[in-house]
């Protein structure tokens, strides 16, 4: 079994910045490519950055430039800083990992519980 434990969501003014953790723990293997996603009220569920193991990365565009994605592979961790935050940014947010488990074996993705990011005045 794998556990995703993410924290650092809350409310925040405009302009502001936030820093999302998520901490991956449990029969891991390895770990390919983490991510974030969030859900806003009535919509889809979007990426909004991922890097895989080797440090590739890939944004929305929505983001680019404000928010950094980066990870700890010997904590099993990823981090997303988001700054010049906007009210559009308001979502829950939600990590994605990529996981070669040994109990059960396999590749399989988990996903986190969701932390709310609420950006406004």
């Known amino acids: 079994q794998v556990q995703l434990l993410e924290s650092g969501g809350g409310l925040v003014q405009p302009g502001g910045s936030l820093r999302l953790s998520c901490a991956a723990s449990?029969?891991?293997?390895?770990?390919?490519?983490m991510g974030w996603y969030r859900q806003a009220p009535g919509k889809q569920r979007e990426l909004v950055a991922a890097?895989?193991?080797?440090?590739?990365?890939n944004y929305a565009d929505s983001v680019k430039g404000r928010f950094t994605i980066s990870r700890d592979n010997g904590k099993n961790t990823v981090y997303l800083q988001m700054n010049s935050l906007k009210p559009e940014d308001t979502a829950v947010y939600y990590c994605?990992?990529?996981?070669?488990?040994?109990?059960?074996?396999?590749?399989?993705?988990?996903w986190g519980q969701g932390t709310q990011v609420t950006v406004s005045s």
């Open positions: 994605k990992v990529a996981v070669l488990s040994t109990q059960p074996f396999g590749l399989s993705d988990y």
């Open positions: 449990g029969s891991i293997f390895s770990i390919n490519t």
């Open positions: 890097m895989t193991r080797g440090g590739t990365t």
